[in-house]
């Protein structure tokens, strides 16, 4: 769905812009990560609305996304997925946070584990940042870790164990290096 939207609104603009435009394969690019990250925001909004947990959501949204720059973590290859993971944790974490209300400091403990660990995780074909900086990552991580136990909001707290849960790579040989 979000590849046939992509390549649609992608021929509109170039058929009509296309001086303008660079090539026809960045501009879908570039339409599809837009429409990759913005769906799930989107979707979210709409239901934090519906079920009156705007702040919830909110708190949601901008720890998994401030924790997931700098970890970095699983990537679905497909975007629909993608789309469909990241509205599913998210609408999680904010609905059924209260669940771990009474353990957010293990949990949170955990979670910095995870990040000590696995951050940052999956990044070498997302990033231009040199392998050499990375551990910048992992402590950035690890700091927002760290804030989300002083801040003690279970939401946060769930939102970023997902996140971190999201870091391990059972198979890290497999990543492919493309930029030294």
Do not use: W
Not at 103 to 126: G, M
Not at 173 to 179: A, R, S
């Amino acid at each position: 769905m979000i590849e046939h939207l992509s390549f649609e609104v992608a021929s509109f603009l170039k058929k009509h812009y296309e001086r303008e435009l660079p090539s026809f394969a960045k501009v879908k690019f570039t339409i599809k990560v837009l429409i990759t990250n913005t769906l799930p925001i989107l979707f979210l909004l709409i239901l934090s609305n519906y079920f009156g947990q705007r702040r919830d959501y909110l708190l949601a949204i901008i720890s998994f996304a401030l924790l997931r720059k700098f970890s970095g973590g699983y990537h679905s290859k497909n975007a629909d997925t993608c789309v469909l993971i990241t509205t599913s944790t998210l609408f999680i974490a904010s609905n059924f946070s209260y669940v771990i209300s009474g353990f957010s400091t293990i949990i949170t403990l955990f979670s910095i584990v995870l990040c000590v660990c696995f951050a940052p995780s999956r990044i070498l074909k997302k990033t231009r940042v040199k392998e050499k900086y990375h551990y910048i990552f992992k402590i950035l991580s690890v700091i927002i870790v760290i804030l989300s136990l002083i801040i003690d909001n279970s939401t946060i707290t769930l939102a970023i164990f997902i996140q971190s849960l999201l870091l391990i790579n059972v198979n890290p040989k497999k990543e492919v290096k493309i930029l030294e």
